[in-house]
């Protein structure tokens, strides 16, 4: 029994240590407001999934813009000019939800790094909701 609360302790330590931040498997579910013009990465750490689901949120009144691009790049102002733009939403309204864009990966051993994935839009204030299945 003592080894195994050692070989516990261990694991703690060692994830403690980690770089970034730890995220536990499964949904993960967060919202992000578009600044229009300013690209906003999806997470500033890096965070591997499987799939993921991005909607304009109800209440919003612009259009939305997905960017990627890899980890240690920045899109340009305006990532629908650079040749960085990888799909668009459709506005939202008072009473439902906008455009969607979804990625996934079709084997098991596949993964995503939200880190590569930014966020911008034509209107200031609205709303993308992300969900994500962490890995």
């Known amino acids: 029994m003592k080894t195994i609360s050692k070989l516990l302790l261990a694991a703690s330590v060692f994830v403690a240590l980690l770089p970034g931040q730890f995220v536990p498997p499964g949904r993960k579910n967060f919202k992000i407001t578009i600044v229009a013009g300013t ?21 919003g009144t612009g259009s939305g813009l997905i960017c990627i691009v890899p980890v240690a790049t920045t899109p340009a ?20 939800p906008g455009g969607s864009w979804s990625d996934g ?31």
């Open 105 to 135: 990966v079709s084997n098991s051993g596949g993964s995503i790094n939200l880190q590569t994935v930014w966020i911008d839009g034509s209107n200031s204030g609205d709303v993308v909701i992300v969900s994500a299945n962490v890995k």
């Open 77 to 96: 102002a305006s990532c629908a000019t650079a040749g960085q733009l990888s799909g668009q939403l459709a506005p939202a309204s008072a009473t439902a």
């Open 39 to 59: 690209p906003q990465r999806v997470s500033a750490t890096p965070l591997v999934v499987d799939r993921y689901i991005i909607q304009m949120a109800i209440g």
